[in-house]
């Protein structure tokens, strides 16, 4: 997930960050356990995609089964006996590696006994599995079965990972039609991440009538959900004055629940505003320590603005070899504004030998990865004409 470009002004002394919403979806597994030992939720995995949806709802604090070896034996007991709670429990203990040794095989045993046995969650994880190829070869038409038998039966989870595989295609024909019905019918039950992406469609006007309002709406109540994503996109809807007030005190807001929550991208988004003083006073040293922490965790454009920080010496002292180090990383991660800034910094000698030729290449790369700010100036470059000689 990335988010918007650093706007670029003059040296790269000034600069600020705009939120984004690239999102990703994925097969989700379902989490439940009928032994009332515990309840699990939401878990994460399988196919990936781009752009119209979220993450799965986020983990809650729930008291997790005992993982004893007794506790263990106790459960193969009770299934042995038929206790319908305890295949599921088992599938995923095997599943997540709790308390036994990790085998993807042996889930899949269990999760299939437990669907059979009309354990709904339990069709859920097996149709996604079939669909991954974890644990069994992989099968699209057993994993759309058991998926689609779940859903009949109203799973929330079964619900979403339809909406996403109409979504994106994957093991049946494209619909966005049938994935928005989907993805709300999970979201009226109460599924946080296909809230988000009933949000995201009505925001985007993607299979739906464009309702920003209503966008907004959906997306408050993900967020209600702990969804990270719909929070950030909620604050980006804020700071861009799409479909509520334009309002950066809202935007740092719902940027700051997120960051709370560990998003790396929320961080980012954060510090931008920081550096930039919008919503939030004015504040270079935090800036630096969001975009830090967001560069770590991998957000390539956090790295671009790390690297803007210490190459004018805002919030840290300025270090141009520094500087250059995190925007090349940034750009190694596919950030057309780290790529700009290498071009810049080699067209400069800053933190590196002046190489104006390395510099044209870096701006090339910038351009073909969607850098506005490296396309003005090749565009620049090709239209101006020599001086006439004298």
């Not at 379902?30 to 986020?58: E, K, M, N, Y």
């Not at 975009?291 to 671009?304: C, N, Q, Y």
């Not at 919030?315 to 141009?320: A, M």
Request: aromatic share 8%; glycine share 12%; proline share 4%.
């Amino acid at each position: 997930m990335q988010i918007k470009r650093v706007v670029h002004r003059g040296d790269l002394a000034a600069f600020a960050c705009e939120g984004g919403r690239a999102m990703r979806t994925r097969l989700s597994r379902a989490r439940w356990v009928g032994l009332a030992a515990a309840l699990l939720t939401g878990i994460s995995g399988g196919v990936s995609c781009a752009a119209t949806a979220t993450t799965q709802d986020p983990p809650k604090p729930q008291s997790l089964p005992n993982t004893s070896p007794q506790a263990i034996e106790d459960y193969l007991k009770a299934a042995e006996k038929g206790d319908k709670g305890a295949y599921l429990l088992l599938g995923l203990l095997y599943q997540d590696g709790r308390g036994v040794p990790k085998d993807d095989a042996k889930a899949f045993q269990w999760f299939t006994k437990a669907a059979e046995a009309g354990i709904a969650p339990a069709m859920t994880n097996l149709g996604v599995m079939y669909m991954d190829g974890r644990g069994t070869p992989k099968d699209a038409v057993k994993g759309l079965m058991w998926l689609q038998t779940a859903a009949q039966v109203k799973h929330p989870e079964a619900l979403f990972n339809l909406g996403v595989l109409h979504e994106k295609g994957n093991g049946v024909e494209k619909n966005m039609g049938r994935a928005v019905g989907f993805y709300q019918g999970a979201a009226e039950l109460g599924h946080g991440g296909a809230m988000c992406n009933v949000a995201l469609l009505m925001e985007t006007g993607n299979g739906v009538e464009k309702n920003e309002k209503a966008a907004i709406e959906w997306y408050r109540k993900s967020a209600d959900k702990g969804v990270t994503q719909a929070m950030i996109n909620l604050g980006t809807m804020y700071s861009d004055g799409r479909g509520v007030t334009s309002d950066d005190t809202q935007a740092a807001s719902w940027y700051r629940r997120a960051a709370e929550l560990d998003d790396p991208n929320a961080m980012a988004l954060l510090g931008g505003l920081y550096s930039a003083g919008r919503g939030v006073p004015h504040d270079d040293a935090t800036a630096v320590d969001l975009f830090r922490k967001a560069a770590e965790r991998g957000v390539p454009d956090a790295m671009a603005n790390l690297g803007v920080m210490y190459q004018a010496g805002r919030g840290v002292t300025q270090d141009y070899k520094t500087a250059m180090e995190w925007f090349r990383k940034a750009a190694d991660a596919g950030s057309a504004d780290g790529m700009f800034y290498v071009a810049f910094m080699y067209a400069r000698g800053m933190g590196v030998e002046a190489d104006a030729s390395m510099s044209d290449l870096w701006l090339q790369k910038a351009a073909a990865a969607g850098s506005e700010k490296a396309r003005e100036f090749i565009e620049k470059a090709n239209t101006t004409k020599p001086d006439p000689p004298n």
